[in-house]
């Protein structure tokens, strides 16, 4: 078994782009699904009548079925009912309906996590909601759901790997992509691997040296 | 419409059910492999030999960095150029989803261990018992009951994971499904009965997991 160097070389510019795609993917999922977890936590926080149940309703069914189902149903199934997406399109959305489940329970346990203590002090100067949620619940929960934000940024940067299903051209595509035109099977595997470890493991690395730092810069410990 | 709908539901259902039973079968023996995996690692990790330590660390973080989709492909292409060793799809999936979920029972179990006071193991030690005594009598009774509610949630996973099977060609629930959808266009349908299926699955699991988690936190 001969190792082919120069195709790995010739490859190299395709796969940077294909990083570029899966960072790009991940990092807008990111950022949509942070928004939906945000707005999910303040009707949460506040008991929104009806708006929590829904809440409740989409969090247990977006965690409880698989990434890849809910890819297919956004790109296959709603072109029957007139909603065509492309595969880049369906895959932000499905990651962010997934990932706005995850990180709205990641965000609710933060502020169950904030004394309730802090909460009536708010209230008893006479903070307004908005005030109270800006300056008492967010600042504090935030950094206590911090290594549990990063953990899920994490896990949905290693879920982009799913939207290679419908052709988006992020690594895992690209590394299948290449196996069929050359067959360079084994030369591309190592080249994934390698992306991955480089890109998945310095990230979870990082995390571990976070959760340490915050533990012990926790207020009163 | 409604009626043809649960018609072609009502006339697939064989044909469903078999895809079903490859999804559960495979998702069965993961789980059953995970637990005994996963036991083994958190004893291993807490036995505090160095070099073992070392390798299982190794392993953790592999199965950590590199996503699951990732691991089918590379077994399911590499295992047969490296070890001249062909697997068939569905055994492949079996086994990344068992190593995977080994390492996520296995560092549920290595927190549930680590969890117990130390006078546990300082006074079994104490009374002269051996590792085999000390673990099985003293240690692992205590850290199971700890380590259940989050072991189920990572059965979960593994079930909602085993639809990534259907990529690597197994003839699962999914493709079952899709192959309806190729001779009857019923995509809505079928992907929502898909959807269905595995929250039925999912979710009594999840919930019986929080339940479990809140009555014994508080006990």
Redesign the interface.
């Known amino acids: 078994?001969t190792f082919d160097y120069a195709f790995i070389l010739s490859t190299l510019p395709a796969f940077l782009k294909a990083v570029g795609v899966t960072l790009q993917v991940g990092l807008i999922a990111i950022a949509t699904s942070l928004l939906v977890a945000l707005l999910n936590a303040t009707i949460l926080v506040f008991r929104t009548p009806y708006l929590q149940k829904l809440v409740g309703f989409y969090v247990?069914?977006a965690?409880?079925?698989?990434?890849?189902?809910?890819l297919?149903?956004v790109y296959?199934?709603?072109?029957?009912?007139g909603i065509q997406v492309s595969g880049f399109t369906a895959a932000i959305i499905t990651m962010t309906f997934l990932g706005g489940a995850y990180l709205t329970e990641v965000l609710r346990a933060g502020v169950d996590a904030v004394p309730q203590a802090q909460l009536e002090s708010g209230r008893s100067i006479g903070l307004s909601h908005g005030q109270l949620l800006r300056y008492v619940i967010l600042p504090q929960a935030g950094i206590l759901s911090l290594p549990s934000l990063f953990a899920n940024f994490i896990f949905l940067l290693?879920?982009t790997?799913?939207v290679?299903?419908v052709a988006v051209p992020e690594i895992?595509y690209t590394?299948?992509s290449y196996?069929a035109i050359y067959y360079k099977?084994?030369e591309m595997?190592a080249v994934?691997?390698l992306i991955?470890?480089l890109l998945?493991?310095s990230l979870?690395l990082l995390l571990s040296r976070l959760e340490r730092r915050l533990q012990h810069g926790q207020f009163g410990s | 419409m409604a009626s043809s709908g649960l018609e072609l539901l009502w006339i697939s259902l064989p044909q469903l059910a078999k895809g079903a039973g490859q999804t559960l079968s495979i998702s069965f023996l993961s789980i059953a492999i995970s637990t005994v995996g996963g036991v083994l690692y958190g004893v291993l990790r807490t036995l505090n030999v160095t070099w073992l330590n070392a390798i299982l660390r190794i392993y953790l973080e592999l199965f950590r960095a590199i996503p699951v989709l990732v691991w089918l492909y590379l077994l399911f292409f590499g295992l047969p150029i490296f070890f001249g060793l062909s697997l068939p799809s569905f055994w492949c999936a079996v086994l990344v989803l068992s190593l995977w979920g080994a390492s996520e029972v296995g560092e549920v179990a290595r927190g549930a261990l680590h969890s117990l006071p130390r006078g546990q193991r300082e006074a079994g030690l104490s009374i002269g018992l051996n590792a085999a005594q000390l673990y099985g009598y003293v240690l692992l009774p205590q850290a199971l009951k700890r380590m259940t509610p989050p072991t189920i949630n990572v059965y979960t996973r593994i079930i909602k994971t085993s639809s990534l099977a259907v990529l690597i060609g197994v003839v699962d629930v999914i493709k079952v499904g899709q192959q309806i959808i190729e001779r009857t266009y019923e995509s809505v349908l079928i992907y929502g009965a898909l959807f269905l299926f595995f929250f039925f699955i999912c979710y009594p699991l999840s919930a019986a997991s929080r339940v479990l988690e809140r009555r014994w936190t508080q006990a």
Do not use: D
């Open positions: 078994m247990e069914l965690r409880n079925t698989p990434l890849l189902i809910q297919f149903f296959f199934a709603l072109p029957a009912v290693k879920e790997t799913v290679s299903a895992l590394t299948k196996i099977t084994y595997l994934l691997t991955c470890v998945f493991l979870s």
